[in-house]
């Protein structure tokens, strides 16, 4: 039997807490109620893996037997967070010059959340570049995986090459059309 979906309804809020081992996680809704159910499937065709907990996002939800469900991502944005540096790295970093760096193609060499780090890979380089847990969530993701295709906006470092935004690869294509 065919699933009514009369009643889908968008509806924007916070997101509670998202453990992409378990695959799910919950929206707090702006409105208020009960809280929202997001599957990793429905986070995954949005293009990401994962979502950092107080990021703001806004989802298509649907009423089930067992409660309200996320069916769509419309969009999220990165968590509200103090301007303090991350690293020592970026704390001489002008917002506008970051901005002005190109998004580069890259692919998750590995990441370990419980260390707080990782590395990326550019394509067409040989040097890794450093992923750091607080420079994900403050580009609304709380993971990434071995493998993942990633945009990231990357500076030379004291020790390196250094991730300073990092996108999920369809964030960022959906991202660049839009400014075409």
Known sequence: MAE????????????KWFDPVKGYGFILSDEGGTDVLLHINVLRNFGQSSVADGAVVEVVTH??????????VISIAPPEC?????????????PEDLAATVL???????FDKAKGFGFANVFG????????IEVLRRSGLADVQTGEALAIREISGQRGKIAVEVM?????????????
């Open 168 to 180: 999920a690869w369809e964030a960022a294509v959906s991202l660049l059309k839009e400014h075409k």
């Open 104 to 110: 580069t193609p890259a692919r998750v060499k590995w």
């Open 125 to 132: 380089c040989h040097d890794d570049v450093f992923l750091h």
């Open 63 to 72: 009423r089930t037997d067992r409660g309200v469900q996320a069916v769509e």
């Open 4 to 15: 009514d979906l009369s009643g889908l309804q968008q509806i924007r809020g916070l997101v």
């Open 82 to 94: 103090d301007n303090s540096p991350v690293l020592s790295d970026l704390a001489e970093l002008n």
